[in-house]
């Protein structure tokens, strides 16, 4: 069948009207049509190449038989306009995997202009199947070779009535609206071609708005009448010519979704016609002086009129666009100062608020208690044992042991709740039961429970660590009873232990977000979680840790603690530095979260850039505790929404490759013993959602690396013990008949 196709190709593209028309009467376009259909229907990856060439062939048959043929163009109808669409449906990345798929495609862009239009039921049932939105796809994948093209079918298709209502109607990524990506498009070409502008996007030369850098080499020399000149070669070459004619068809008014600078270039582009007719006959005026011939006085003046007239639209494009400009900027101050109001509002209230409550707390006996009431991560508590019970010592009964005290962990408490419901914080546990006649055994005294939450580590007066509990159900004996009375005791009983200890809650979590105020984390957890975190555009927003849970389709759950920013010198407890350090000591790994455009706390302070904020970091943890830099580590660069934040980030990621090369630019104590050392470098933005399942994905990487490292060390350390236990010999005791005893000698 390649063959056959391939012959069939050569012969209609011989472009006899005869064979053609044979050709279309005796059902060929409807054959190749059930074809293509049918090789859809059998697709296969082995035969991907064949198939592609398959088609592609077809649809450049199609197109030779439907071009200048309008009744071949009434046979292709709907059934030829669905294998179209089939095609530009394809996922782009395979569009753009290979040369079979770009055959492929440019076949289907020749069929659409060659087979649809100007074939008007066509062209209606393409733009009632959203085809323009699958050509308006294609173009922002900005494929070069391909937009002069798909722009071409653009024009050719605003001539219906019906198109302008689609091409307003599509939303690419982002939101973007057909006439930003157009405008988009327009910018780009320009800077490949060398056009001169402003960094407003304002025109430089208004003698020469348009010009090219190819233009400015040419020399402009006498040209035969029927060469194109280079203006007129340019308007053929690029595609603002194309662009020009699509937004012209759209009449330049209520374009939707375009930003300031989008509107400083449309004024450009709204102008195009004028400022190309200005080039050509500034080519003509200047061939009439090479060639030395002097025009009538008036064909003179009217040359001279056309370019200053031209000069003039420049000049008045240049007024309109400052004037945009400017307007935009006092926007801008007027958006700025809306939300400096809202900022200064919203402190203010913070600030009455905590006036309030602190009036409030110096009106109560238990006001210190309260002050700190809303989060508590570290609580004081007396426990004792219960004392034995009495001997019986006529009948040598003994008495019960006292009850024990225990500290049992619960996932779903908390040392706030702990607090309320036993605000005298004293634990003591009953005692033992005392010998009777009834019952020479005393019972055992009634153990307390003090319920705790999960990841407490549990200290004595003097700060040496009792025990930890890290898991559901986990219990630690704080405070044992005394034993009761028995003939050792002389049948007196033992008073319980008295201790008084310390729980210190350290939030066990897998991933730890750590970062300075304000870099995003509270909004990175909300997005990646079920978490609401308190989220506004100011500093200090999250004032306790946060926990939330990353839900994967494999019903995996991972863990993340977001905590309260840190500051410069957090290890000497500087904003409760060590209050929220210790809880990045559970987590099994680090996320750093940095903010692209730099940080600065106040106007009293320095403006660190995200690579300072990332050294700081570190030197931060370092000092507080050394181990932490042995966790691993990835970073999430945040807030790449804003502007220039992708010109910053290749900055950013060049330091990063060679941090050492830039320590010069710190002072000696800010420059940690060694630096960390990510496992992945992420861009995101919690706003908008970029890069956000990227960073999920190489958490839940990371993780699972770590697991497997983690269960490899275990599996290897079993084997070690299994193998010395086997290779250790086994010797058994020698017997007591064979140990000689020494002999007296007796006189």
Not at 67 to 96: A, N, S
Not at 402 to 410: I, R, T
Not at 494 to 508: A, P, T, W
Not at 709 to 715: I, L, M, R, V
Request: proline content about 4%; charged content about 25%.
């Amino acid at each position: 069948m390649r063959y056959s196709l391939r012959l069939l190709r050569a012969m209609v593209y011989l472009e006899n009207d005869t064979i053609n028309k044979d050709l279309c009467e005796n059902g060929a376009i409807q054959q190749l049509i059930g074809i293509f259909k049918n090789t859809i229907s059998k697709y296969n990856d082995k035969e991907e190449a064949i198939l592609l060439e398959i088609q592609s062939d077809i649809l450049l048959i199609l197109s030779g038989l439907c071009e200048y043929h309008i009744p071949g163009k009434e046979i292709f109808g709907t059934e030829g306009v669905d294998i179209i669409l089939h095609v530009m449906k394809t996922d782009p990345k395979k569009l753009q995997s290979g040369l079979g798929y770009n055959v492929l495609l440019y076949s289907t862009l020749d069929s659409i202009w060659c087979c649809i239009l100007g074939c008007y039921p066509s062209e209606d049932y393409f733009l009632e199947k959203e085809g323009i939105f699958l050509l308006l796809d294609l173009l922002a994948l900005n494929q070069k070779k391909f937009c002069n093209l798909i722009l071409g079918i653009m024009v050719e298709f605003c001539d219906n009535p019906k198109t302008a209502a689609h091409v307003n109607a599509w939303r690419g990524k982002k939101d973007q609206t057909a006439a930003s990506l157009l405008i988009k498009l327009w910018r780009k070409e320009e800077k490949e071609l060398g056009v001169k502008r402003d960094k407003y996007g304002k025109i430089v030369d208004t003698k020469k708005p348009l010009f090219t850098s190819f233009q400015e080499e040419q020399k402009i020399i006498p040209l035969p009448a029927n060469c194109p000149t280079i203006a007129v070669m340019d308007v053929a070459e690029n595609i603002r010519a194309k662009i020009y004619a699509v937004l012209g068809k759209l009449d330049f008014e209520n374009l939707p979704g375009l930003s300031a600078e989008d509107f400083v270039t449309l004024c450009i582009i709204h102008r195009y016609l004028d400022f190309k007719i200005g080039e050509i006959w500034n080519e003509i005026y200047e061939e009439i002086k090479l060639e030395k011939l002097r025009p009538v006085t008036t064909d003179k003046k009217i040359l001279e009129s056309i370019t200053a007239a031209s000069e003039n639209i420049g000049k008045m494009v240049v007024s309109l666009q400052s004037e945009m400009i400017e307007s935009q900027a006092r926007q801008d101050v007027q958006n700025e100062q809306k939300v400096y109001t809202k900022i200064q509002a919203t402190h203010k209230q913070r600030e009455l608020a905590n006036k309030s409550w602190e009036n409030f707390l110096a009106r109560t006996s238990n006001a210190k208690t309260l002050k700190y009431g809303n989060f508590i991560d570290n609580l004081r508590l007396f426990t004792k044992g219960g004392s034995g019970g009495m001997g019986y010592p006529r009948l040598g009964g003994e008495g019960g042991k006292g009850g024990d005290v225990w500290v049992v962990a619960h996932n779903r408490m908390t040392l706030k709740q702990l607090k309320d419901k036993y605000p005298q914080k004293r634990f003591v546990a009953g005692e033992g039961a005392n010998s009777r006649v009834s019952a020479l055994k005393g019972s055992k005294g009634k153990d307390c429970e003090i319920p705790v939450p999960v990841g407490v580590s549990v200290t004595d007066e003097n700060g040496k660590i009792i025990g930890e509990l890290n898991k559901e159900k986990d219990r630690l004996l704080v405070a044992e009873g005394g034993l009761g009375g028995k003939l050792l005791t002389n049948f007196l009983p033992l008073k319980g232990q008295k201790r008084v200890i310390h729980l210190d809650l350290k939030l066990i979590a897998d991933i730890g977000l750590v970062g300075f105020p304000n870099a995003g984390k509270s909004s990175l957890l909300s997005k990646i979680s079920h978490a609401k975190p308190a989220i506004a555009d100011y500093a200090f927003t999250t004032i306790k840790p946060e926990l939330g849970k990353i839900m994967y389709s494999d019903f995996k759950q991972i863990s993340v603690a977001d905590l309260p920013g840190l500051i410069e010198g957090a290890h000497m407890n500087k904003g409760m530095g060590h209050k929220f350090l210790k809880h990045i000591e559970r987590t099994k790994q680090l996320l750093f979260v940095v903010d692209i455009s730099g940080f600065q706390l106040s106007s009293q302070t320095h403006y660190r850039t995200a690579f300072e904020t990332i050294i700081l970091l570190s030197k931060e943890l370092e000092l507080y505790k050394e181990e932490l830099h042995t966790k691993p580590a990835l970073l999430a660069v945040n807030k790449m929404d804003l502007p220039d934040a992708q010109g910053k980030f290749h900055v950013l990621m060049n330091q990063l490759q060679n941090p050492k090369e830039f320590f010069h630019l710190f002072e000696k104590n800010m420059i940690p013993e060694r630096t960390v050392e990510f496992q992945h470098i992420i861009p995101i933005s919690a706003i908008t959602g970029e890069g956000i399942d990227e960073l999920k994905n190489c958490i839940r990487k990371s993780l699972d690396e770590h697991t497997n490292q983690e269960n490899d060390a275990y599996h290897k350390k079993q084997l070690l013990n299994l193998h010395i236990s086997n290779t250790v010999s086994y010797s058994e005791p020698p017997s007591k008949t064979a140990v000689s005893s020494p002999r007296m000698d007796i006189t």
